[in-house]
């Protein structure tokens, strides 16, 4: 399984774009790479998936480069309720049911 | 409205005890996750189960049981081998395993 890094925190002010950079250097040819968002004392919300160049959906966007080595989620204008943890993982298509979470990275807006 | 169900919200263990924890999805997905979160830590993966009656053991199993007699429900037993249960305990369910998961809302267990 691809193993993940990404910045421990991040503090941005509201309104501002946030990007958070995964590296996964060991990624597979069939991995895909998924984003979730974690509010204290909840399970973990589905923000994202993509395979590779861009994707964007109602709440973020993800890039992805040709070599898929790395990924961005970009947050547009964040406001205080964005506030979270965001982990970054990576996994494999049918079969692979072991997805790791690490301990992701820490958002904290700014008023 | 469909999604998973993990009940209680906060459950107090005594030593040398089991205890049980629910989890129930309406969301028709075969593949269901057992996931412990400690404080300040990523979700380390307890048992998954793809299929009714099939579950396979993740990469902290050790204290741990689980069973899947029906698609809806996945329920966890910490059982007195666990040497340090209390934590956070998360429930996931997918479509696939390639799918995004939807997971319950958690239950905080702690030992007194």
């Known amino acids: 399984l691809a193993k993940t890094t990404q910045p421990i925190s991040m503090d941005s002010y509201e309104g501002q774009e946030v990007n958070i950079t995964c590296s996964h250097n060991n990624i597979a040819t069939n991995d895909y790479i998924t984003w979730y968002q974690q509010f204290p004392s909840q399970g973990p919300r589905f923000i994202i998936q993509g395979y590779k160049t861009k994707v964007t959906n109602e709440v973020a966007s993800l890039f992805i480069p040709a070599d898929r080595k790395s990924s961005t989620l970009s947050l547009p204008r964040v406001s205080l309720s964005d506030t979270a943890v965001y982990y970054c993982l990576v996994g494999s298509g049918a079969g692979s049911y072991q997805l790791t979470f690490g301990k992701g990275t820490k958002l904290s807006v700014i008023p | 409205d469909g999604g998973i169900t993990q009940s209680p919200k906060y459950l107090f263990r005594k030593e040398g005890q089991n205890v049980t924890l629910s989890c129930e999805q309406n969301?028709?997905?075969?593949?269901m996750y057992w996931y412990r979160q400690d404080p300040g830590q990523g979700l380390r993966l307890i048992y998954y189960s793809q299929i009714v009656n099939d579950f396979q053991k993740g990469d902290i199993a050790e204290g741990y049981s689980v069973s899947r007699e029906k698609k809806e429900s996945f329920p966890l037993t910490v059982t007195s081998a666990q040497k340090n249960p209390t934590a956070f305990y998360l429930c996931?369910?997918?479509?696939?395993?390639?799918?995004?998961?939807?997971f319950g809302s958690g239950t905080r267990l702690t030992v007194v």
């Open positions: 969301l028709n997905h075969d593949a």
């Open positions: 996931a369910s997918s479509i696939g395993s390639e799918d995004g998961y939807t």
